[in-house]
């Protein structure tokens, strides 16, 4: 399992958005900034996340971005999973993936699953209220 530069900048933008949290719409231009993020590299996954629900977007004046929920209830797992379609550490796991002729003789078929289930579970208990209070110090974070 890879992470994609588009996963690990949702999280990024969704930190900083919970951190800018004050019922105000965020600017993109600033979380941009602020992220050292392209601006039009943001557009892509600011549209996805506000697709999936979990950001919603004004226009205009006073305009910008900001969470629907307390940061609490996002999960870091159900965000990497919207943006990059599956956490499967192998194919056959995936959602998408046709059921394989070789499961019944497959002999790390077992392992893979354990893998899968470690994973999601580890993931899906770190919310992004856990990742803005951190292990680093300051407000300097890497994803």
């Known amino acids: 399992m890879l992470i ?5 900048y949702a999280l990024r933008v969704m930190i ?7 019922g105000s719409y965020i600017p993109l231009k600033e979380i941009a900034q602020r992220q050292e ?19 919603e977007g004004l226009r205009g004046k006073g305009g910008g971005y900001r969470l629907t929920r307390p940061a609490e209830e996002y999960t870091v797992g159900d965000l990497l999973r919207k943006m990059e379609g599956t956490l499967s550490p192998v194919a056959c796991l995936g959602p998408a993936s046709a ?7 497959c002999r790390t078929l077992p392992m ?13 208990g770190v919310s992004i209220a856990d990742l803005m209070r951190g ?6 974070y890497s994803i």
């Open 37 to 55: 993020i392209s601006e039009k590299y943001l557009e892509s996954i600011i549209k996805t996340l506000v697709h999936t629900g979990d950001v």
């Open 112 to 124: 893979w699953k354990e893998l899968d289930r470690l994973v999601n579970d580890y993931l899906d």
């Open 4 to 8: 994609s530069t588009r996963g690990r």
């Open 99 to 105: 059921p394989c002729t070789r499961a019944p003789d």
């Open 135 to 140: 292990e680093q110090d300051g407000n300097e």
């Open 16 to 22: 900083d958005l919970a951190e800018q949290q004050s």
